[in-house]
């Protein structure tokens, strides 16, 4: 008892660093948000100026030897290939910032229209990047299949997205694992679908890590229990996952284990009209 009085002291401080934390990088991210604007405008304008080179070059072409016109091509070329992964990266990263804006902005147990598949994918893989910058060696696929035209969905956006995060940093811990001990002939692997018929949401994550034990399963949502080192899992976040999708959003929370081949997270969560 007084190991677990200890514990929840220390997750006490750790949530109120986070809430600092939090509001931190709301306005980080707001400040950014600005100057990387310039940056895909500018791009899209350069590209556009490439275009009118580009026109001005073969309007010219007999004034410049056949090496010089294909010197000319290739940079223009490379330039414009440049300038659209600029685009492509800078988009990717305004994408990021609105959904930290989003999370940071909601209300607690607040529910808001949202879209339910590009707040999924944002929590995959952030959570992925996240692992990838502790240990540059990771790597999984991640398969992805969400349904196309989804309607936003009325959720608590900030705990949904708690929700999956939880579960995928298992699935990314589950299958690094499972890399270690096994070695170059196994290929992590996490799956993400996202649906839903209109009566219900359905959110599924599965993972081919190391699976789980009939013990674990037992003690899954159990508070302070967990199987990661000290310092790596607090034993807390099963338990308020279960939390968000039953007790907030009046759904259902279910898994599948297999000791050695994997596990799957479905999160089944009724829709509010």
Avoid at 52 to 58: A, G, H, P, S
Avoid at 146 to 175: T, W
Avoid at 241 to 270: A, C, W, Y
Wanted: net charge negative; proline share 3%.
């Amino acid at each position: 008892m007084e190991k677990q009085m200890e514990s929840l002291k220390q997750q006490l401080k750790q949530q109120e660093k986070l809430a600092s934390l939090g509001l931190l990088s709301a306005g980080i991210a707001h400040e950014i948000q600005n100057p990387l604007n310039f940056v895909i405008n500018f791009s899209k304008m350069s590209n556009k100026l490439l275009s009118d080179l580009t026109e001005i070059v073969e309007d010219n072409e007999d004034k410049l030897s056949e090496d010089d016109r294909e010197e000319v091509e290739d940079i223009v070329a490379d330039l414009k290939e440049n300038m659209s992964k600029i685009v492509e990266h800078g988009e990717r990263a305004i994408s990021i910032i609105q959904g930290i804006l989003l999370i940071s902005r909601g209300k607690e147990n607040e529910f808001i229209p949202t879209d339910i598949c590009h707040l999924v994918k944002e929590y995959v893989w952030l959570s992925y990047h996240a692992m990838r910058a502790n240990d540059k060696s990771f790597n999984i696929a991640i398969r992805e299949n969400y349904q196309e035209g989804l309607p936003p969905i009325m959720v608590i956006p900030q705990d949904l997205s708690r929700a999956v995060l939880n579960v995928m940093n298992n699935a990314c811990y589950a299958v690094k694992k499972k890399a270690e001990a096994t070695g170059a002939d196994y290929q992590p692997e996490v799956t993400v679908c996202v649906k839903s018929d209109g009566k219900q949401l359905t959110i599924s994550l599965a993972d081919n890590g190391e699976g789980m034990s009939d013990e674990v399963k037992q003690h899954l949502y159990e508070n302070f229990f967990t199987t990661k080192p000290v310092g790596q899992g607090t034993g807390l976040g099963m338990g308020i996952t279960r939390d968000i999708v039953e007790n907030k959003h009046g759904g259902k929370l279910s898994f599948e284990s297999t000791l050695g081949q994997g596990t799957s997270f479905t999160f089944i969560i009724p829709i509010k009209n």
